[in-house]
């Protein structure tokens, strides 16, 4: 049914990566109880407080770990603290990903997630950057064939993003594997998993020479104190945010296995609970323009990401009705192209 008063309901976002049940009303009361006092101190220099925290969790030093104003800031980060060289860069990828080091003068050389490692130039490079869960397509490099890659190139610094390391069930890196591996560096994000993306904070871990190089480079204050505060209470009530995996990628599977019912309508396969589509007809524009006007649905349009072009979009499985809802918008929209 459509949408005829765009008021009465918000946007239902397939749009967003970030997990749709969070439930943050307890943290939010909690930030409100110490709104005033947060708002009337500096934040910590360094998040010292939370580096601590955040090292306990994962059994290494405060030393190893570097509190950020999200991924993002935490690869801009990294390209500065690095010397510039070669990069190897995994496509499709977020435009932030070649901003950042191509901003410090990097080389970058591009190469298919979907290609095996064992064809990765590998010793022509210095840097590896890649996202595992992918970033738009969801595609999951395998921990085996990642640690092989990593043990045969101890020259290549590998630079993995695992912000959406707990959207899939698959084995991923821990942050502890800096401890066997001095050329990798990790990040995390604190804004998928727990619905907070507003918030702008994540983390790096790294081999302590490795992470006093980049740490050199943290901008004093950079991480407010409500975003410090936030990841803090996150930390003490894991409870709290306890993410149904399991159940989100069923419903994420389902809907792709009804929009592959569709012949115009090209599934990227993978394991996690996002995923690519490419339309044969048409733009993922067009299809995004009638989802808003007709339906108060959105999608992610691809066209900006390396490697991808304007018929792709990218889908975030939500719950079952909400799919449901979308499966038929998309077909009423191909019907209007008459397919």
């Known amino acids: 049914m459509k949408q005829t008063d765009k008021k009465k309901s918000p946007m239902i976002d397939f749009s967003s990566t970030v997990w749709f049940g969070a439930r943050t009303e307890m943290l939010a009361e909690h930030l409100t109880e110490h709104l005033s006092a947060t708002l009337g101190r500096y934040p ?13 969790r994962h059994d290494l030093t405060d030393e190893e770990i570097i509190v950020t104003n999200g991924p993002t800031g935490a690869l801009y980060q990294i390209a500065q603290g690095l010397k ?19 901003l410090y003068g990097y080389e970058i050389v591009y190469v298919s997630d979907l290609e095996p ?4 130039p590998l010793d022509k490079v210095d840097y590896c950057l890649l996202s595992t869960p992918n970033n738009p397509d ?5 921990h085996s064939e990642l640690v092989g890659a990593i043990k045969r190139f101890p020259h290549v610094k590998f630079v993995i993003d695992q912000s959406y390391a707990t959207f899939t069930t698959t084995n991923m890196l821990s942050s502890k594997d800096i401890k066997l591996y001095p050329n990798l560096i990790l990040v995390w994000s604190f804004s998928q998993s727990y619905g907070i993306p507003g918030l702008r904070i994540g983390y790096m871990v790294a081999d302590k020479p490795i992470a006093n190089q ?45 929009l592959r019912t569709f012949d115009a309508l090209e599934v990227i396969n ?35 990401y390396y490697g991808l072009d304007e018929t792709y979009m990218r889908i975030s499985a939500l719950n079952e009705e ?7 918008a998309i077909g009423e929209w191909l019907d209007t192209k008459n397919v």
Do not use: C
């Not at 969801?138 to 395998?142: D, K």
């Open 270 to 304: 993978n394991e996690t609970t996002f995923f690519l589509v490419k339309v044969k007809v048409g733009t993922a524009e067009e299809l995004r323009l009638f989802l808003e006007e007709n339906y108060n649905m959105t999608i992610a349009v691809m066209s900006d």
């Open 117 to 120: 490692i064992a064809n990765w």
């Open 44 to 56: 910590e220099r360094d998040a010292a407080t939370l580096r601590k925290m955040i090292a306990r």
């Open 322 to 328: 909400h799919n449901q809802m979308l499966i038929e």
């Open 84 to 102: 510039p060289g070669k990069l190897l860069l995994t496509v499709p990828s977020p435009p932030e990903y070649k901003e950042a080091f191509e």
């Open 214 to 258: 980049i740490a050199r480079y943290t901008i004093p204050w950079s991480v407010t104190s409500i975003a410090q505060e936030a990841a803090k209470y996150i930390l003490i009530h894991p409870a709290q945010f306890a993410l149904p995996i399991r159940k989100w990628l069923r419903n994420a599977q389902e809907l792709m296995s009804h």
């Open 138 to 142: 969801g595609h999951i490099v395998s």
